[in-house]
Structure formats: C-alpha cells, structure tokens
C-alpha cells in the first residue's frame, strides 16, 4: 500500500503559524493597527486550516460577513486584510492574493439622495479564459447586423400569427444580447490569477494524476468555476478534486471525499503550458 508523501513545502503552512511570523514583521504601529483584524479572521477561518485551501470565494464569503459599510472600523479593518494577504501570496504561502476579495460592501439604497452602487465581486480566471470570452464577444459583435436584418426579412411576412422565422430571429437575437451582457458584466470584473512556483500547480496548470484506487491516469486543467468543463477536462478550483489539487507539487497525494465515497490521487506531472 502506497503510503501519503509528506511534502514539505511553504503551501503547507497553517494560517496560525503564518500569522505567528506575520506579527513578527510588523512595526509596533502596524502591529497596533492591523494585528487585530488579521487575528480575528485567522480565528474565524481556523488557526489550523492550511493556506493551501483557501479559495477566492472562501474569502469573499468572510469579507461579506464581517467587513461592513456601518462599521467605522471598516477602511482599517480592509487596509490590514489586504496587507495579511499581501504577506501570504509574497511568502508563496498562497497561489494568489486573496486581498483582492475583501472590500467594503454597501448596503443598496439610498444616503444623501445619491444611488448607493453595489461593489461586485472579483472573478477569477485563467488569461486562456479571458482571452476565449473576448474572442466569443468579438463573434457576437460580429454577428449582430446579420440577426438584425434576419428580423428584418422575416417581418416581410405580414401573417405575424404564424411567422416561425421570425420568431426564430427575435429569440436568436435576445439570446446573443443577453450572452453578450453576461460577457461584458464577467470581463469588467475578471482577475487573471497568477501562478505560483513552477513546480506548484495553480490556476491555469494541467495536472496529471493517476486514480489510485482504479489505476486509471487522468490530466485535468485546473481553471476558475466560470471556465469549468466536464467535457474538456477542466475543473474548477472550487470543486471537491480542483481544490485538493491546486497548490500540489509532483509526488503528492491526496484524499478528495465527494458524495460516492473517498479517491485518492497522486500528483505525476505539472504542466504550466497553455
């Protein structure tokens, strides 16, 4: 039976030990300022919990609930957050800066007569991502004159009770537009993470396992849950195998748990290549 390698590595550091050395760089002011806000998130997450797991979306959830506009404390609270987070992606304890999730987000309504705007989310993506919505927007801005004159050619039919032309153009082109706003909205808040070390897998690796338990070798492209396709083998790093995947080195072995039953895998290649 293959025994679990135990890999030492920065990306096995627990938050509780990373914020031990963390205090330690501060000035006595930084420290009075920041070490509060840092400690109490490493509370809430869990002193224990490796930095490894942390995802995008674990740490957007901790800045909705604890960083709000009704706190004074709010701009300082974010300040110190983004520093601790600085600190981990430096360290190459996390495979991104997590800072960019946290902000303060403002109630919808109204203060002083002026429209309070709703801050949205980062999303995090691969630049292959990017670059693929990009392409499909250019290929929906390019099709837009040709659906519009197909509606046009169809109304020529004056019997508009049964006109399945044109109906067919009209649902045609409220899909692209519709398609073309949800591209517009994801491309204004994308992130292109960046990678960590080139042994490390991240964001954009292709990582090549091997299933233990059936022997069956498998690569997978690990991408951001907007990119994820089952067909082409890319899962996001928020699923149960992405998540226990990202931030492995070759040689590693992992446990993922999923309503069947537990896999094991072990990490046999990395790739960072397109």
Do not use: C
């Not at 109906?167 to 949800?182: S, V």
């Not at 890319?234 to 998540?243: N, Y």
């Amino acid at each position: 039976m293959t025994n679990e390698v135990q890999v030492e590595s920065p990306a096995r550091v627990t938050l509780g030990e990373a914020l031990s050395e963390y205090i330690l760089t501060l000035k006595p002011e930084q420290r009075r300022a920041q070490e509060a806000y840092v400690r109490k998130y490493v509370e809430h997450t869990g002193d224990q919990v490796e930095i490894a797991s942390l995802t995008g979306s674990k740490v957007e959830s901790y800045s909705e609930s604890q960083v709000r506009a009704a706190d004074p404390n709010a701009p300082d609270r974010v300040a110190a957050l983004k520093a601790w987070f600085q600190f981990l992606k430096k360290k190459n304890y996390a495979n991104a800066n997590f800072g960019v999730h946290i902000r303060v987000r403002k109630v919808a309504g109204r203060s002083g007569g002026n429209a309070v705007r709703l801050e949205e989310a980062p999303i995090e993506m691969t630049a292959e991502g990017v670059a693929q919505l990009r392409a499909e927007l250019d290929v929906l801005n390019s099709r837009r004159p040709e659906l519009v004159e197909a509606i046009t050619l169809a109304r020529e039919d004056k019997d508009f009770r049964e006109n399945a032309p044109l109906d067919a153009a009209r649902e045609a082109l409220a899909f692209a537009e519709q398609r073309k706003k949800q591209i517009e909205v994801a491309l204004k808040r994308a992130v292109v993470v960046e990678r960590a070390t080139a042994d490390m897998s991240a964001i954009g690796s292709s990582v090549t396992v091997t299933h233990l338990d059936r022997n069956v070798q498998v690569t997978y492209r690990l991408v951001g849950g907007r990119e994820a396709n089952a067909t082409e083998k890319k899962i996001s790093v928020e699923s149960p195998v992405g998540q226990k995947l990202l931030n492995r080195r070759v040689g590693d072995e992992v446990e993922v748990t999923v309503p069947q039953g537990t896999t094991r895998y072990r990490v046999d290649a990395i790739s960072h290549s397109g």
